[in-house]
């Protein structure tokens, strides 16, 4: 009797493991080879005042200065199919791996506030707004800092 349930277990085994054999060796048309294998693709720049570069998974929509009296706000605005946590985590990742640190200005329903700082750099403000359309989340992210 242990020999027949010994049998019926293995056979069970094996046919489970050959289930996911058959899985694994179905072949991948040349788009989903290539999907798995590329990262998502970013589709903006933002240029600090250092000079770095940060590649946002996001939509350009403009950008302009901002005259004030201790010269311009230089400011940038991209929009995220996304809710604003989430986009104001793409740039922080970034930012956090040139060295910065945030602190968070304000937080409520519709807006995430944040200030990003590094020494001998200037502040770099960021608004993050949530715009609900049709049941689609996303948000506008205004990236700015002062210069002179």
Known sequence: MKIKTAALLSLLALAISGCDQQAADTPKTDNQAAESVQPAQAKAELNLADGSILQLNAEHMKSYAKPNSAGKLSMHEYSYPIAD???????????????FTRK????????????????????????YT??????????IATIYWQEK
């Open 85 to 99: 946590k989430l986009a104001e985590n793409d740039v922080y990742m970034q930012l956090q791996n040139a060295g």
């Open 104 to 127: 968070v200005i304000s937080n409520d329903s519709s807006q995430f506030k944040v200030q990003y700082y590094k020494k001998d750099l200037p502040v770099i403000g960021g608004i």
């Open 130 to 139: 949530t715009v609900n359309s049709n049941e689609k989340v996303a948000t």
